[in-house]
């Protein structure tokens, strides 16, 4: 090679390995900015990358760490997983000596050498614990005490009849309205409703009504009574059994608001880990974008080189044929034939061709993978569903391809705003649930259509199928039918809330158990 083409070579190498350690830097400053431990792990197991938090809290340094397996450090470093967690699943939790609780969750981004490469983050969570623990702890302490004074009440006022005033339900029916009587003949009628209800109206009721209605067969039995209403202990339960009732209902609103709480906090840590997976992904994608186009644009060069040396061959063969009695073209033609040059120069072509394909492929992975890791949550863009659809089985194609065999029937679909990374979130969950539900090999099949207000994806698998009891609760928070330590039971959760809140779209589910499962999403059309 000429001295000013081996010169522009070493300009470009040197370019390209400025580029690669840019790239690498800003992936380093990025994923040293986290707080949380993140690692990148090979097939084996072995750390092949990972940020400052690691290094930290493990004591090491970064190459120390390079290499090692990570269950051996955190074995090392005392962290014990949780009794009946078994292998690698999304949000297993681990306790050190000191008694802090971790979160980790394994994540598959990410193909290398057509291997799969982890990612594993490590989250303290002893806060988040302790704070559910007091909360848990405050209610029940909350129950036992009105519990208590419920009990007290009923030790003062004794007898059958008093009980009642404290099992009432807030939409007892007032006495006159029981015995069918007039409000005019009931001495009920006009006072206020809860001292009808506790006094006359209990007395009206249940195993106190067998005793008096038999004997006065009318709503005079509450005159009996009347006067129990100026009773100083009387009042005192009246006023408590309203007490009771209004902390009863504070109670469950705030038992409603406390599960919605726990729900939404952990929808958006759950998120939130999506989005630096996401982040992660985008800057491993960049990293390796660059490598490749030098690849790719080698090759070519390579191979039209290979051209013109297959065509000097091909005329230095012309120009020294054996059959001229020359010694040098024998010679020449015993050393071609050692050497199998006529193979080489059949093969040549082909090698090349395949390693450009192989190249193109590998592209096509990166940029899929960018497409579905795009930190776009607050883009509300014009989107092609069916590529999201591609996109998301590119990046999750290793969960699928040994389990199923999936059939596309994609109708042509306009191009509607939404949030892509979200969608991709949403296909994903339900193509992998629609994989793990298929025991032997299965189908899954993916139907999209669209008419003038709405575009409909239809996901179905021949799977193992959804029990009738569970199908109304599977869009539940916390709602789960996996092993422990397999799933959160936030997937179809997260999934319900982008789809109806999000998009303003609909998803159904209809399943027979042994047949299979169909997830119906449908999203409105919107092109402004």
């Known amino acids: ?44 197991g072995e750390v092949q990358r990972c940020n400052k938090a ?39 939790l681990f306790h050190d000596a000191s008694g802090r609780v971790f979160q980790e969750t394994c994540y598959l981004p990410e193909v290398k050498d057509g291997e799969p490469l982890r990612i594993i983050t490590l989250q303290d969570i002893s806060e988040r614990k302790r704070i559910l623990f007091k909360i848990e702890q405050d209610r029940k302490k909350l129950e036992g005490s009105l519990a208590e004074i419920s009990s007290m009440i009923k030790r003062v006022t004794k007898g059958d009849t008093e009980e009642f005033l404290f099992t009432l339900p807030p939409d007892h029916e007032p006495c006159w309205k029981m015995m069918q009587c007039g409000q005019e003949d009931c001495v ?20 106190v009504q067998g005793k008096f209605a038999q004997k006065f067969n009318n709503c005079m039995a509450c005159e009996f009574y009347q006067e129990a209403a100026d ?17 009863e209902k ?24 999506m989005a630096s997976i996401g982040q992660l992904a985008a800057g491993v994608a960049h990293e390796i974008n660059n490598p490749i186009g030098f690849v790719t644009s080698n090759l070519g060069t390579l191979q039209k080189y290979l051209a013109r040396v297959a065509e000097f061959l091909k005329m230095q063969a012309a120009l020294f044929p054996p059959e001229a009695g020359d010694d040098r073209a024998t010679r020449l033609a015993e050393i071609r034939r050692q050497l ?50 591609d996109d998301t089985l590119n990046i999750i194609w290793n969960e699928l391809k040994y389990k199923c065999t999936v059939k596309k029937d994609y109708g042509d679909l306009p191009p509607t705003r939404c949030y892509p990374q979200q969608l991709n979130q949403v296909f994903m969950n339900l193509l992998v649930n629609a994989a793990q539900s298929i025991e032997t090999k299965g189908e899954i099949v993916i139907t999209t ?29 916390f709602f789960t039918t996996k092993e422990v330590g397999k799933g959160t039971g936030l997937g179809l959760s997260i999934t319900y809330d982008i789809v109806t809140k999000k998009h303003g779209g609909k998803i159904k589910v209809t399943s027979e158990p042994g047949k299979g499962t169909t997830f ?6 919107k092109t402004e």
């Not at 390995?17 to 380093?28: G, L, P």
């Not at 006072?191 to 209990?202: H, K, S």
């Not at 239809?458 to 869009?475: K, T, V, W, Y």
């Not at 119906?520 to 059309?525: G, I, S």
């Open 1 to 44: 090679m000429p001295e000013d083409g081996q010169l522009m070579e070493h300009e470009a190498l040197k370019l390209l390995f400025a580029q690669v350690k840019r790239a690498k830097d800003e992936w380093t400053m990025a994923m040293d900015g986290v707080s949380d431990l993140v690692l990148l792990v090979d097939a084996a």
């Open 449 to 477: 259509s669209a008419s003038e207000t709405e575009i409909t994806i239809a996901i179905a698998d021949s799977g193992s199928g959804i029990p009738q009891e569970n199908l109304n609760r599977i869009f539940e928070p």
């Open 340 to 389: 199998k040059i006529e193979s080489i120069l059949q093969d040549l072509p082909s090698l090349v061709a395949e390693s450009l394909d192989g190249v193109e492929r590998v592209k096509k992975i990166v940029q899929n993978l960018k497409s579905f890791s795009r930190v776009d949550q607050y883009d509300y863009i014009l989107t092609d569903i069916n590529q999201c659809l």
């Open 188 to 207: 009920c009628f006009g006072r206020e409703p809860l001292q009808c209800w506790t006094i006359a109206g209990t007395c009206c009721k249940g195993k």
């Open 231 to 247: 009773d100083p202990v009387v009042r005192i339960g009246i006023q408590f059994s309203h007490m009771m009732q209004i902390i």
């Open 520 to 525: 119906v999403v449908t999203l409105p059309v």
């Open 54 to 92: 690691v290094c930290d809290f493990f004591g090491k340094s970064y190459p120390e760490i390079l290499g090692w397996s990570w269950e051996d450090l955190f074995r090392e470093a005392g962290l014990r997983q949780d009794p009946g967690q078994v292998g690698v699943h999304p949000d297993e």
């Open 250 to 273: 504070k109670n469950s609103e705030l038992q409603n608001a406390f599960d919605e709480l726990k729900a939404t906090q952990s929808q958006f840590v759950q998120q939130e880990k």
